[in-house]
């Protein structure tokens, strides 16, 4: 398994772990938990090692409330070339990829990450942490009261190059940020809501000051009628908002 892989990791001192691809259906059943320096690596081949991130995703599928979680690193953090999943039974709250009080530089690149069902969906949930979110796909599909592709709380994230899929529930949201100052999203696409919602927000953001949304594509489909590409809440200051 992955976790067995990441316990070897420990022992041995290693900071790289390759996880070969099980192939088109077949996943690894288990959550994972990264504590300390890493390059986690999917997308290999298991018979010739080769490696393709776009179209041989290492698959992994949980059924407790976190699949991936990154917790109280204080050096570095790659996660790359994963398809992460969660079929844990509603009503629950979960997190696909949970990065929570890191110090260190955690970087999530070139996955693709599907959130659904449960009380609440975070497909990337950030606390107390500072990490690059680049170059993903994250969908959301259906949760009871919410559906958040990224959420952040006390978070500084840098968001680019991603697509996000907003799903359906009461209250979508691309990317939700609170109490996150001095985040960085740029040259993202987000779509929003093609199925009707109560309310689909592209970026909702509050006590985040500091704040750049640069040269980002935002497709907002007609499911809403509460239709917001970018709101702002309250006691935000010094936000930079430009060529969106």
């Known amino acids: 398994t992955i976790s067995k892989g990441i316990l070897e990791a420990i022992a041995l001192g290693v900071t790289e772990l390759r996880v070969a691809s099980r192939g088109n259906d077949a996943y690894y059943r288990e959550s994972a938990s990264i504590a300390i320096e890493l390059k986690l690596l999917g997308g290999y081949n298991g018979e010739t090692w080769e490696r393709d991130v776009s179209n041989n995703k290492t698959k992994i599928i949980s059924s407790n409330s976190t699949t991936i979680s990154i917790f109280g690193v204080t050096h570095s953090v ?3 070339g994963f ?5 844990a039974p509603a009503p629950i709250e ?13 970087t999530v690149t070139n996955n693709y990450i ?8 975070h497909g990337i949930h950030i606390g107390n942490s500072s990490p690059v979110i680049k170059n993903n796909v994250i969908e959301t599909g259906h949760a009871t009261v919410q559906v958040l592709n990224i959420s952040s709380i006390l978070g500084s994230p840098v968001i680019f190059n991603n697509i996000l899929i907003i799903g359906d529930s009461l209250d979508s949201m691309g990317i939700r940020l609170n109490d996150s100052d001095n985040t960085k999203i740029y040259n993202n ?3 929003g809501c093609a199925t009707p919602v109560q309310t689909c927000q592209g970026i909702y953001f509050y006590y985040s000051a ?14 809403s009628s509460n239709n917001f590409v970018i709101n702002d809440g309250i006691y935000n200051s010094d936000t930079i908002i430009a060529y969106n």
Do not use: H, P, W
């Not at 398809?83 to 079929?87: G, H, I, L, Q, S």
């Not at 990829?97 to 110090?103: G, K, N, P, R, T």
């Not at 599907?114 to 969906?121: E, I, L």
């Open 78 to 80: 790659l996660l790359e």
């Open 83 to 87: 398809a992460v999943y969660n079929d």
């Open 94 to 106: 979960k997190q696909l990829v949970l990065i929570q009080d890191c110090s260190g530089e955690i």
């Open 114 to 121: 599907y959130a659904d069902t449960g009380n609440r969906a």
């Open 189 to 191: 696409t987000i779509i």
């Open 210 to 223: 500091n704040a750049e949304f640069i040269n980002n594509i935002f497709v907002m489909l007609n499911g």
